[in-house]
Nanobody, 124 residues
Framework: QVQLVESGGGLVQAGGSLRLSCAAS????????MGWFRQAPGKEREFMTT????????IYADSVKGRFTISRDNAKNTVYLQMNSLKSEDTAVYYC?????????????????WGQGTQVTVSS
């Protein structure tokens, strides 16, 4: 079992940057594939990116490719999401999630563990 806590959200102007962090507690963090999702009001939870347990492999949704970067530090049990060139349509609650089986996975239903979410608001 793993517990996840996101941080780093906030208000930023369009074109700006934010870095989200997701701290995990529990054992064997490196055995979990991690993902970042977001959910805007009235919309379904949307896949953005995932990273393998070792950190060697990543996948991005087209909507964030080239602007967002996922990374992880297994020594610190933390996964990061660097967000650059933010747009107003990036406004949402951002969630990290963990999956202890195979990689990759893009559907929220494939992730067993979730953080509480952190709000990101991009003003235009």
């Amino acid at each position: 079992q793993v517990q996840l806590v996101e941080s780093g959200g906030g208000l930023v102007q369009a074109g700006g940057s934010l870095r989200l962090s997701c701290a995990a507690s529990g054992r064997s963090f490196s055995s979990y594939a991690m993902g970042w999702f977001r959910q805007a009001p009235g919309k379904e939870r949307e896949f953005m990116t995932t990273i393998s347990g070792s950190g060697a492999s990543t996948i991005y949704a087209d909507s964030v490719k080239g602007r967002f970067t996922i990374s992880r530090d297994n020594a610190k049990n933390t996964v990061y999401l660097q967000m650059n060139s933010l747009k107003s349509e990036d406004t949402a609650v951002y969630y990290c999630a963990a999956r202890g089986i195979s990689w990759p996975a893009r559907s929220p239903a494939e992730y067993a563990y979730w953080g509480q979410g952190t709000q990101v608001t991009v003003s235009s």
